[in-house]
């Protein structure tokens, strides 16, 4: 676990204030990405960035801003969320996304996960 | 949308019986994962099998696909309480680097 750190781990936020949640992995890595888990959901990719460029938006709402400075940290703005957004939120980052070797996939490694409650 | 879906949902084992877990997907992959996530953390990355392979193993972990079935399925041998956990497939469509996860089966081993 200690390979990819997720903070913070819990967060209670209103729907009118912003905060970021930070990811960061040294694993040397370059692809990275942002997931949502929700109860008896599947794992929704939400964000995938591949040496530091932003490779998949998956129609996540304005109000969730990725921001990717380089191949170890990743971050998830947050502004105007609703309570349906409560969630926990997973970083993951794999050696390579696969698309220029012919999508050959890579396991992911996880973060602990921020657990988010929006009141 | 491709999705892998787990069946069963949910499984109660005593500890030292084996169990399975089987995934199904729609479309052709590259390759198919199975990870594991203990209660409220990260996943874990269990096993990789690529879609010309048949079956792998790691350790008590035995994984099977069957492409022209389009399933796969996890066995884990003589269980313990520490493998209580919720355990998901993922799988990556043929031309995309998306890796689209199921809904799991919650495995609960009993000492």
């Known amino acids: 676990e200690t390979g990819v750190t997720q903070t913070p781990r819990h967060l209670v936020m209103g729907m009118t204030n912003k905060k970021s949640l930070k990811c960061e992995q040294h694993?040397?890595?370059?692809?990275m990405y942002w997931y949502k888990q929700s109860a008896k959901k599947p794992l929704e990719l939400m964000f995938v960035?591949?040496?530091?460029?932003?490779?998949e938006n998956n129609s996540v709402p304005s109000r969730f801003s990725p921001e990717c400075p380089n191949s170890s940290h990743l971050f998830l703005h947050l502004h105007t969320l609703q309570p349906e957004d409560s969630a926990l939120y997973l970083c993951?980052?794999?050696?390579?996304?696969?698309?220029?070797?012919?999508?050959?996939?890579?396991?992911?490694?996880f973060g602990p996960g921020t657990r988010l409650t929006v009141t | 949308s491709q999705q892998g879906e787990e069946d069963p949902q949910a499984l109660s084992i005593q500890e030292g019986e084996n169990a399975t877990m089987n995934c199904s997907y729609k479309?052709?992959?590259?390759?198919l994962q199975w990870y594991r996530q203990n209660s409220g953390r990260g996943l874990v990355h269990l096993i990789l099998?690529?879609?010309?392979?048949r079956e792998k193993h790691s350790g008590r972990l035995r994984v099977t696909l069957d492409t022209s079935k389009k399933s796969s399925s996890l066995l884990i041998t003589a269980s313990r309480a520490a493998d209580t956990a919720s355990y998901f497939c993922?799988?990556?469509?043929?031309?995309?680097?998306?890796?689209?996860f199921g809904t799991g089966t919650r495995l609960q081993v009993f000492p």
């Open positions: 993951a980052s794999s050696q390579d996304t696969g698309r220029e070797k012919h999508y050959i996939s890579y396991e992911q490694y």
């Open positions: 694993l040397g890595h370059n692809a």
């Open positions: 960035y591949n040496f530091k460029e932003q490779t």
């Open positions: 479309t052709s992959i590259n390759n």
């Open positions: 099998i690529r879609s010309n392979e």
């Open positions: 993922a799988t990556d469509a043929r031309n995309t680097d998306k890796l689209i």
